[in-house]
């Protein structure tokens, strides 16, 4: 395999492994993560102060013991020599002189120290101050990413329902042409029966050739009354009625149906 197969490959990998660490990574963790890295290194610039000052009050207890030491080696110097013995005094002077140069190098390294101190201290109180900062921002910052995350929530479920919203609209509007397609098609299926162009299946609305015999004939017998009544206005009697006004409505010239002969069996 070439060397340009792999830098791609592990190009891609990195650009992989990226995005999943963008998608798993949430800045709130990072912050509290990063504070708390600041809170542990103040905790060791605070534990170097106190371990310099520590030796600081070390040395200045050693150096106040030298000092009394030496007070005493001049003292009883001072007391060797006014008995008269100067060998006893000289001696004492020297063990002083000798204590004398231990307290010089103790003042030099408990300045240090002191000088130490001071820079960390100060070290300490910037340091403090950069991670009550921190908090205060870091705080801040997790509260508008966790607003801003709440928002998109409710930005997405909005556009969720949305989508949702329209989709029912339409199921919606298909369910009201679907019943408006059938209405008209029942509409005129009934159009149809009423008009004889389609036959009833059920044989409910089919009617028998007596029963429309029937209407017709009460169809025109109202005709003949409304016409004999009208006759009537007009000639100023009075209509008749029932089958009178049909008789007299009834043209002249109608044959009339003879009687059928009785047959007496009887005989």
């Known amino acids: 395999m070439s060397d340009g197969i792999m830098k791609r490959m592990g190009l891609i990998f990195r650009s992989k492994a990226n995005k ?43 150096l106040t013991q030298l000092q009394q030491q030496s007070a005493k080696y001049e003292d009883q110097g001072r007391k060797a020599l006014s008995l008269g013995r100067e060998d006893l005094a ?24 002191q000088a130490e101190e001071e820079k960390l201290t100060l070290a300490s109180q910037r340091l403090q101050a950069k991670v009550d900062a921190f908090r205060t921002k870091k705080e801040t910052i997790k509260a508008t990413y966790t607003a801003a995350q709440a928002q998109t929530r409710i930005a997405e479920s909005f556009s969720g329902i949305s989508e ?27 159009e149809l029966l009423a008009s004889g162009a389609l036959d009833d299946a059920s044989g409910l609305g089919r009617k028998d050739d007596i029963e429309a015999e029937l209407e017709r004939v009460a169809g025109g017998s109202d005709v003949e009354l409304e016409l004999a009544r009208m006759k009537a206005e007009l000639t100023g009697g009075s209509p008749a009625s029932g089958p009178q006004a049909i008789e007299q409505g009834r043209p002249q010239d109608a044959p009339q149906q003879q009687d059928t002969p009785r047959i007496n069996y009887n005989k």
């Not at 993560?33 to 103040?42: A, M, P, R, V």
Request: hydrophobic share 35%; aromatic share 4%.
């Open 90 to 113: 000289r001696e004492a002077l020297t063990r002083k002189a000798n204590m004398q140069s231990q307290i010089t190098d103790l003042e030099t390294q408990y300045q240090q120290l």
């Open 164 to 190: 949702e919203m329209g989709d029912v609209g339409l199921a919606i509007q298909r369910a009201e042409d679907k019943t408006a397609q059938m209405q008209a098609r029942a509409g005129a299926i009934d």
């Open 20 to 62: 999943a660490l963008d998608r798993a990574e949430d800045p709130r963790e990072t912050l509290d993560y990063s504070y708390q890295k600041q809170l542990e290194l103040l905790q060791k610039v605070r534990r170097g102060v106190a371990d310099v000052a520590t030796s600081r009050k070390r040395l200045e207890l050693q």
